[in-house]
């Protein structure tokens, strides 16, 4: 019987051992479809990881960006892993907030991921800070069926005064059917993505090469009438408080002739499971103005671990995991190949069983290979950003801008009004952070 007591105690002492080396991973996301599958598929993962416990932390993409930030920069410590943008990492990693991943695993094949997204994602010292989940670049997605019913042919390459022709005549407020859908919640990273992107094409910029703001100039008014007149005329009702997700819904639906916006969403507007127009999609590059730049942006959403976690052997045993190309297989089996995330290896676009299963993939990645974040604009500047400014300030900056922007979209302001403030506001915030001598 005394044996027995010390046996028990031994493997209950044990036991608990072995429950105290579990290691639960805080893992700060989006809440975007890619990211909600990625959770359900965490089995595989735990089942090759024991002792590796997952908490998630799933937030609106704004949300999500306000609390990683500020958790970082005040090394609150709440997150092992995040999940952040093309924008953040270089400025982070060069802050030191950020750990370099250098032990994904002997078969992760970093040379396969696409050259264009890489380099987003590395440092001045050469190593990766951040492994991309998915990658993108934005496109137009039309119905193919209502572009017929109004006597037009989209182009591969179209314009924006096409685009804009388009919209009115494919508009059917009757029918429930809005000409075009874009993002006009306010945010860096929501209405200005998009609003940026498309100024490059009607030649704006946001600084000239003395980092003097530019809203005052005639290219960004252009911008930003041709975009309010758009959408009041073919707009849904709302559209200020529409981002990424509620545009998609709005597709998914049958509400959007055309939608331009992220390349990642071409798998969940073609999925016949939630869209209800799956086979009715076309795709075409962003439009341009015939001034050499098209608004096609370049972006990934990444995962990174922050320099303050106490856990980061596991969390790189993670996001080895979850950006591998067995990750990619996985998906494929679970979900098919049009499902998995996109623009992130070279050897998924090599891959015959993708090419036949997603239409989308070619323009995909003409897009994400046509972005130029380091000559974005038809002026030039002393920038790199397609879609935003690599500058610390920017967050802050663009958020304020667009919350302007997206006033004037709901009809609370005027256009000259917002572009004033907009003026206004940059000038002092740039003079203060010391660009402006």
């Known amino acids: ?210 980092w003097q703001p530019q809203f005052d100039q005639p290219e960004w008014k252009n911008t930003l009438e041709f975009y309010v007149n758009l959408m009041n005329d073919a707009g849904p009702q709302g559209a200020s408080s529409n981002g990424f997700n509620e545009n998609l819904a709005l597709f998914q639906q049958g509400k959007c002739g055309m939608w331009i916006d992220a390349t990642v969403a071409a798998s969940f507007v073609t999925n016949p ?38 856990k980061a052997e596991a969390a790189e045993k993670f996001v080895a995991w979850a950006t591998s190309k067995d990750y990619l297989a996985l998906v494929a089996e679970k979900e098919g190949w049009a499902n998995v995330p996109p623009g992130t290896r070279t050897s998924l676009y090599e891959n015959p069983e993708y090419q036949a299963a997603a239409p989308f993939a070619k323009m995909t990645l003409d897009s994400i290979n046509a972005a130029d974040p380091k000559n974005p604009t038809v002026k030039p500047v002393p920038y790199v950003g397609v879609q935003f400014v690599a500058i610390p300030e920017f967050q802050s900056l663009g958020t304020s801008v667009g919350q302007l922007f997206s006033a004037a979209l709901a009809g609370q302001m005027s256009v000259d009004d917002a572009l004033a403030q907009a003026q206004s506001l940059t000038t002092r915030e740039m003079t203060r952070a010391g660009y402006i001598k």
């Not at 800070?129 to 934005?138: I, R």
Request: aromatic share 10%; proline share 4%.
């Open 273 to 310: 499971n939630d869209s209800t127009v799956a086979d009715k999609v076309g795709f075409a590059l962003a439009p341009d103005t015939g001034l050499g730049k098209r608004g096609n942006w370049l972006w990934a959403w990444n995962l990174a671990i922050p320099a303050g976690t106490q």
């Open 1 to 210: 019987m005394k044996l027995k007591t010390i046996l028990l105690g031994a493997c209950s002492a044990l036991a608990l051992a072995g429950f105290a080396s579990a290691e639960t991973l805080t893992i700060a996301t989006v809440n975007n479809g890619d990211m909600i599958r990625m959770q359900g598929l965490t089995d595989d993962f735990k089942a090759k990881n024991p002792g590796i416990e997952l908490e998630w932390v799933t937030l609106e993409e704004n949300v999500l960006r306000e609390r990683v930030t500020t958790d970082i920069a005040t090394k609150g410590g709440q997150y092992d892993i995040m999940t952040i943008g093309t924008y953040e990492v270089p400025i982070w990693s060069k802050q030191g907030w950020l750990l370099p991943l250098e032990n994904l695993g002997a078969d992760y094949d970093v040379d396969d991921l696409l050259p264009a997204i890489r380099s987003g994602l590395t440092g001045e010292d050469g190593k990766l800070y951040a492994a991309p989940f998915y990658g993108e670049s934005s496109m137009v997605m039309y119905r193919k069926d209502l572009m017929e019913k109004a006597g037009l042919t989209m182009p591969d390459a179209p314009t924006w005064d096409f685009i804009a022709d388009a919209a009115r005549k494919m508009t059917d407020r009757a029918n429930d059917i809005n000409g075009i859908c874009l993002r006009g919640k306010a945010g860096w990273g929501e209405n200005m993505a998009f609003l940026t992107a498309t100024s490059n094409a009607f030649g704006a910029r946001w600084f000239d090469e003395n």
